[in-house]
């Protein structure tokens, strides 16, 4: 069975920082893309992130780019969303999510997700 | 960027009702990777229909979708009552994915 459980989800100051983890399990971690996607509370869902299998290709949206990084460690079957420069309207739910190919570009539906992992930005 | 457009924001219904449940798009979805996701309260997305018409693993054929190019429609045969939720199309044929804004499919 797939499992995607997020952590590092918090309390942070703006301009602050903060590490999202999603540990994965029930799939080959290393052959698969690994996305974010985030929600503000009861709205809609925006594509954060994407990382290809092995960490080569990796896909921001507008709105991060230059302030998150996405990376993985296979060996650890993991994926992680380092985040910078927060600020309020970062205040999200944020969604691990596993891709249905190797490359972040992979043309599938996003068919596992995790739970999720709030992130609040406030002084 | 491809702009999702879904309507009606609201549909009330009853429970046995069919529903009908529209996805605009800003240009045409290519090849009609186009998927529908529902949501509940507290709970993560799920999939239930991509490739506009396929539907996910589990999904109860009461769900059907359908439309090609700009247009796309969920169709619900006849609600149950545990298919009261939020739906959001996705376009996943270009990047950046984009995601409607959400139709909520309350009870009457």
């Known amino acids: 069975e797939v499992q995607l459980v997020e952590s590092g989800g918090g309390l942070v100051q703006p301009g602050g920082s903060l590490r999202l983890s999603c540990s994965a399990s029930?799939?080959?971690?290393?052959?698969?893309?690994m996305h974010w996607v985030r929600q503000a509370p009861g709205k809609g869902l925006k594509y954060v992130s994407g990382i290809s299998s092995n960490g080569d290709s990796t896909y921001y949206a507008d709105s991060v780019k230059g302030r998150f990084t996405i990376s993985r460690d296979n060996s650890k079957n993991t994926v992680y969303l380092q985040m910078s420069s927060l600020r309020a309207e970062d205040s999200l739910i944020y969604y691990c999510i596993k891709g249905g190919g190797s490359g972040w570009s992979a043309l599938y539906a996003f068919d596992f997700w995790g739970q999720g992992t709030v992130v609040t930005v406030s002084s | 960027e491809i702009v999702l457009t879904q309507s009606p924001g609201t549909l009330s219904l009853s429970p046995g009702e069919r529903a009908t449940l529209s996805c605009r798009a800003s240009?045409?979805?290519?090849?009609?990777?186009l998927a529908w996701y529902q949501q509940k309260p507290g709970q993560a997305p799920r999939l239930f229909i991509y490739a506009a018409s396929s539907r996910a693993a589990g999904i109860p054929d009461r769900f059907s979708g359908s439309g090609s190019g700009t247009d796309f429609t969920l169709t619900i045969s006849r609600l149950e009552p545990e298919d009261f939720a939020v739906y959001y199309c996705q376009q996943y044929g270009s990047s950046p994915r984009t995601f409607g804004q959400g139709t909520k499919v309350e009870i009457k």
């Open positions: 240009q045409s979805v290519s090849s009609s990777y």
């Open positions: 029930g799939f080959t971690f290393s052959s698969y893309a």
